[in-house]
Structure formats: C-alpha cells, structure tokens
C-alpha cells in the first residue's frame, strides 16, 4: 500500500512540474499527461496545489508508520 502512495504521489507531482514548464518555458515533458488535468491550462494554482498534493502523498505513508510506533 506505502508503494501505491508514493507512485501516484510521484505521478500526481510529475503533472505539477509538467504543468509549470508549460505555463513558464512553452515546453512540457508530458504534454499528452498534462491535457488530462482538467481547467490547467493558464491556471498556475492548479499545478502548484498538484505539487503539494503529490508530496503530501509521498510523505504520507511515513508518517502514519512513525506515528503507529
């Protein structure tokens, strides 16, 4: 399940990072990914929010472990 966590944590953080390249540089690593966010294009928030979700996500795990000890 941990493993789980941080992959769709990673992918979730990836669209982030995409989206950002796209909005500031024109250019984006995965740009047939980053159509599926609905309402990204030209909205900053968005992909910044998909950044903090992502490693939210990643992080998770770890701490309900330690917090279990």
Partial sequence: ????????????????????????????????????VPYSDGVLWINIALIVVGGLAMVAPDVVRDARR
């Fill in 1 to 36: 399940m941990r493993k789980i966590f941080e992959t769709g944590g990673f992918l979730l953080a990836a669209l982030g990072l995409a989206g950002i390249c796209r909005e500031y540089i024109g250019w984006a690593p995965f740009r047939v990914v980053a159509r599926l």
